[in-house]
């Protein structure tokens, strides 16, 4: 008889066991994702903006009249709102990195309706500056978190496709922003006159705000990094007295101040290099870290867009001082001018994701050379036109440019983001709209400086002559530095 007892394992009946799944072990959540409506409220609120920046050119014989504003204050009225613009863009980014690109997204589209609203309602013009200053710090919170939504909610061809979009908004928005001035300052809505370019902000930014609400997705950096505020000082620094005496100073008279402040800005910028250098090096939080120029698409794109967008910027602004002092139009026959250059920019940009897939940096060559064309044909118009310049006249070598600026634009802005990130979409962002912003800005200083003075001596005509032969000369530096983009675009 076998005594041996039975082991617990024989008695009890076999269990199956369960593998229970440990936190760290749950499954990833989906990425986020950008949908048609998504983007398309995305683009709309973009677009804002780049409208304001322009929209005001238009407007402002009637602003001086209405508010008897004078030279300096105006030139104020452009250049508070880019100035505040390009100085808060960095840290725009940074911020939607670390609260929520969605959350800084609602915020600074409620803020830049409310500031719009004050322009509107601005009573003096002195107020206005004040708003518009306002009104480019709302731009600087909402403008960043729209590109770096578009970086960190798409993927592949489809964030390709996104990114032209969103430079062909940029461009079309830039021009349409002057023709939709012409139109309103004429319609003079209840009799609101130049108030109406601010106030139809107000709409356009509610209904961006409600669509925005269920259809933006929340995106944010997994790491966000801590505001720099060395970097942030110093770049503020940096542009501020670069820009000022450059859009004030003339106006001005050239004082002492203006030339004091064009001395610190090398001085500023090099002590912004060596902050931000030093920071990522001692493994800080740097504003624009230097590594993100060691990517390729970036370096390249960043440097092209200098010379693009100081001629666009400047040639805007020159153009619609040029039609309405120079050839005497009104606001609306003015804006009307530069239809056959929106028209052919935005079927360019239209054309250009197909062709960039196709050709690659080839694309960008080929708009620079179109729109060199133009320039020199324009140039050649305006010269040739005497006693007189007609806008018909102009409209062919318009469409001329507008087509070559459609093709590098859109472009230009999907190859500088193609290579960056999803971490840092926000800083990648913030950096190619600072550079962007501050060209503009610069441009309607420089080109916009010279064609000023030239135009007491030498006649309106001449001087846009001789601002078109500047720009000419930077679109052959684009020309130059498209050659020096990836060759192949993501």
């Not at 409208?51 to 104020?76: C, K, S, W, Y």
């Not at 309602?121 to 206005?128: N, Q, V």
């Not at 940096?238 to 800005?265: D, F, K, N």
């Not at 867009?305 to 050839?327: E, N, S, T, Y």
Request: charged content about 10%; aromatic content about 6%; overall charge positive.
């Amino acid at each position: 008889m076998d005594h041996t007892r039975p082991s617990r394992a024989q008695v009890l009946p076999r269990v199956t066991r369960i593998a229970v799944p440990s936190p760290s072990a749950a499954p990833t959540p989906p990425a986020p994702s950008l949908s048609a409506l998504g983007l398309l409220t995305v683009l709309l609120a973009a677009a804002l903006p780049m409208v304001d920046f322009f929209i005001v050119n238009v407007a402002l014989p009637t602003i001086d009249r209405d508010l008897h504003a004078g030279p300096a204050v105006l030139e104020m009225v452009v250049a508070g709102y880019g100035v505040a613009y390009a100085v808060l863009l960095v840290l725009g980014g940074r911020l939607g990195d670390m609260f929520g690109r969605r959350n800084l997204f609602l915020w600074g589209l409620g803020l830049f309706a409310a500031t719009s609203l004050a322009c509107g309602l601005a009573p003096t013009a002195w107020t206005l500056v004040a708003a518009r200053v306002a009104q480019g710090a709302a731009s600087a919170l909402l403008l960043p978190q729209a590109l770096a939504t578009i970086q960190a909610a798409t993927s592949g061809s489809a964030r390709g496709k996104a990114l032209s979009y969103y430079g062909a908004t940029a461009g079309v928005a830039s021009v349409v922003g002057q023709v939709l001035g012409g139109v309103l300052v004429s319609a003079d809505l209840a009799g609101s006159g130049w108030r109406a370019i601010f106030l139809v902000n107000v709409p356009v930014a509610a209904v961006a705000l409600a669509l925005a609400r269920t259809s933006v997705p929340e995106t944010r950096s997994a790491h966000p990094a801590r505001v720099d505020r060395a970097g942030t000082v110093l770049l503020a620094v940096t542009l501020i007295t670069l820009l000022l005496p450059l859009t004030e100073g003339r106006a001005a008279g050239w004082p002492l101040w203006s030339w004091v402040l064009l001395a610190l800005s090398p001085a500023a910028a090099a002590a912004f290099v060596a902050v931000e250098r030093r920071g990522e090096r001692t493994g800080g939080s740097p504003l624009l870290p230097p590594s993100l120029l060691r990517i390729h698409s970036v370096r390249s794109g960043l440097l092209l867009i200098v010379p693009l967008c100081l001629g666009f910027g400047g040639f805007m602004f020159v153009l619609a001082v040029f039609l309405q002092d120079g050839l005497h139009l009104g606001p609306l026959a003015a804006g009307a001018a530069l239809v056959p250059l929106c028209a052919a920019f935005f079927a360019a940009s239209l054309l250009g994701p197909r062709l960039v897939a196709r050709h690659g940096r080839r694309t960008v060559t080929a708009g620079s050379l179109i729109q060199a064309v133009g320039l020199a044909a324009l140039a050649a118009t305006v010269f040739q036109g005497r006693p007189h310049v007609g806008v018909w006249t102009m409209a062919p070598s318009m469409a001329v440019l507008g087509f070559g600026q459609g093709l590098v634009l859109p472009v230009v802005f999907r190859i500088v983001l193609s290579e960056v990130p999803a971490a840092q979409a926000g800083v990648g962002s913030g950096a190619m709209a600072t550079t962007q912003q501050s060209s503009l800005a610069l441009g309607v200083a420089t080109l916009g400086t010279l064609f000023l003075t030239l135009s007491t001596s030498v006649g309106f005509r001449d001087a846009l002559v001789w601002a078109l032969l500047a720009q000419l000369a930077a679109t052959a530096l684009t020309t130059a530095l498209s050659l020096r983009l990836p060759p192949k675009v993501a």
